[in-house]
């Protein structure tokens, strides 16, 4: 089993700042990209940022410039830095992963659960 856990998200006021974890555990042999989605209400799930394993990094234009992704390879965790928020960035943020679980030969697709970011004065 692999499972995605993420962490960090809440209620911030527009121009603030918050610090998005995700943490991938289980039979892991690799990872090849982890990436950040998010949806609003109403809205399809979009892509808001991707880091692959040798290092290249894309970002929605909505965010360039405000946001950051970052790796811990060693703890198989990805970040999400965002700085000036605002409130269209509201909405629930999705960890994405693409991994191979020990003894297969393929990567699969794995989903964190969800966590809640709400820009609001």
């Known amino acids: 089993q692999v499972q995605l856990a993420e962490s960090g998200g809440g209620l911030v006021q527009p121009g603030g700042s918050l610090k998005l974890s995700c943490a991938a555990s289980?039979?892991?042999?690799?990872?090849?990209?982890m990436a950040w989605y998010r949806q609003a209400p109403g809205l399809e799930r979009e892509l808001v940022a991707a880091?692959?394993?040798?290092?290249?990094?894309d970002y929605a234009d909505s965010v360039k410039g405000r946001f950051t992704i970052s790796t811990d390879n060693a703890k198989n965790t990805v970040y999400l830095q965002m700085n000036s928020l605002k409130p269209e960035d509201t909405a629930v943020y999705y960890c994405?992963?693409?991994?191979?679980?020990?003894?297969?030969?393929?990567?699969?697709?794995?989903w964190g659960q969800g966590t809640q970011v709400t820009v609001s004065s």
């Open positions: 289980g039979s892991i042999s690799s990872i090849n990209t």
């Open positions: 994405n992963a693409l991994i191979k679980r020990l003894g297969n030969s393929k990567y699969n697709d794995y």
């Open positions: 880091s692959a394993r040798g290092g290249t990094t």
